[in-house]
């Protein structure tokens, strides 16, 4: 059956260290795998889309790895800050009913970040 | 420009009950999709209307169901509610259709059934 994975245990970080959040996914053939944010009692923001053609994408202090070959997708969040304490969300295209691909979402990993 | 809004942003039902969410997507967006959102099974696509057409439509039973207007507004209905189906109801707009594209979402209408 399809599986998007991220860990369900909170990953506690320092301020000022990298943050290395997992997305892992079986029996999908994405080619597009996006990453979103988001806080307590609000919708999720995007944050960053990689195409399967694409190892790497950078956008500020966020990077995106992306293996289809691992089927594994890695984001780091460098310098990381306490603003930066939300649940971030892997979603990936599945084929939905109707042939249209839709998104995906793995549950999400909690980030939290201390002083 | 405004974000994605929804209305309500609580509502308490009771079992038996059917409820009605609306969202009201980006100007110029004419895609929105739907979404449940609970925390044992995480964000669960319900379905996605372009153009007033629905587009997909995920695993949920047909009690589910939505429509989107004109104006690329959309409602979503629930009927003979469950109590598990109390959930984060979260609706996302984009330009168009098309998993690549970023989506807005709204901050969503919690609905708990009693």
């Known amino acids: 059956s399809q599986k998007i994975e991220q860990n369900s245990e909170a990953l506690n970080i320092q301020e000022g260290k990298t943050a290395t959040l997992t997305c892992n996914y079986t029996?999908?053939?994405?080619?597009?795998l996006q990453w979103y944010r988001q806080d307590p009692g609000r919708g999720p923001v995007f944050l960053l889309l990689?195409?399967?053609?694409?190892k790497e994408k950078r956008k500020e202090r966020l990077k995106v790895t992306f293996d289809t070959t691992l089927k594994q997708s890695l984001f780091h969040i460098t310098a990381s800050q306490p603003a930066d304490s939300a649940t971030y969300l892997c979603?990936?295209?599945?084929?939905?009913?109707?042939?249209?691909?839709?998104?995906?979402f793995g549950k999400g990993t909690m980030l939290l970040v201390s002083p | 420009k405004a974000g994605v809004t929804q209305t309500p942003r609580y509502l308490i039902k009771t079992r038996g009950q059917q409820v009605t969410l609306s969202c009201s997507p980006i100007?110029?967006?004419?895609?929105v999709s739907w979404y449940q959102q609970t925390p044992g099974q995480g964000l669960q696509f319900l379905f996605e209307?372009?153009?007033?057409?629905?587009?997909n439509k995920g695993n949920f039973p047909g009690r589910f169901s939505g429509r989107q207007f004109s104006n690329s507004r959309s409602e979503m209905n629930v009927s003979t509610l469950e109590l598990g189906d109390s959930a984060l109801y979260l609706c996302?707009?984009?330009?168009?259709?098309?998993?690549?594209?970023?989506?807005?979402f709204g901050p969503g209408t919690r609905l708990t059934v009693l």
């Open positions: 209307y372009f153009s007033e057409t629905q587009r």
């Open positions: 979603a990936l295209d599945g084929r939905g009913n109707s042939g249209y691909s839709t998104l995906t």
């Open positions: 996302a707009s984009s330009t168009t259709s098309g998993v690549w594209n970023e989506q807005f």
């Open positions: 100007s110029g967006h004419r895609s």
């Open positions: 029996n999908y053939s994405p080619a597009y």
């Open positions: 990689i195409r399967e053609n694409e």
